[in-house]
């Protein structure tokens, strides 16, 4: 599985942005879990938002939930990530990620995704 995320920019504060995450080949995309993580400069990468390939639910982090929407189309094998309120604090690299059967106690662990996109950047201005 290739992922390629896509979509980042710069934006002002309050601002929206959406992010794509295109995954290739003979991938059944649905049965896959997904996520989104961002690296920040100087700071580790943290947890953003998840979704289960069976079911679609869905888990935030509690500084991105109410703001940001995670959500996916299977016939075009893409997950997006919908970001409203846009904050300088969300300035980061964003990476989606992606894997099978994850444990739901580690959807929020790096660790538990086995595919990785290139990351793309997103700078929110004061």
């Known amino acids: 599985v290739q992922l390629q995320a896509s979509g980042g920019g710069l934006v002002q504060a309050g601002g929206s942005l959406r992010l794509s995450c295109a995954a290739s080949?003979?991938?059944?995309?649905?049965?896959?879990?997904m996520g989104w993580f961002r690296q920040a400069p100087g700071k580790e990468r943290e947890f953003v938002a998840a979704i289960r390939g069976r079911g679609g639910s869905t888990y935030y982090a509690d500084s991105v939930k109410g703001r940001f929407t995670i959500s996916r189309d299977n016939a075009k094998k893409t997950v997006y990530l919908q970001m409203n309120s846009l904050k300088p604090e969300d300035t980061a690299v964003y990476y989606c990620?992606?894997?099978?059967?994850?444990?739901?106690?580690?959807?929020?662990?790096?660790?538990?995704?086995?595919?990785w996109g290139q990351g793309t950047q997103v700078t929110v201005s004061s």
């Open positions: 990620a992606g894997t099978l059967g994850i444990i739901l106690s580690t959807v929020r662990s790096q660790m538990a995704y086995d595919y």
């Open positions: 080949g003979r991938t059944f995309i649905s049965s896959y879990d």
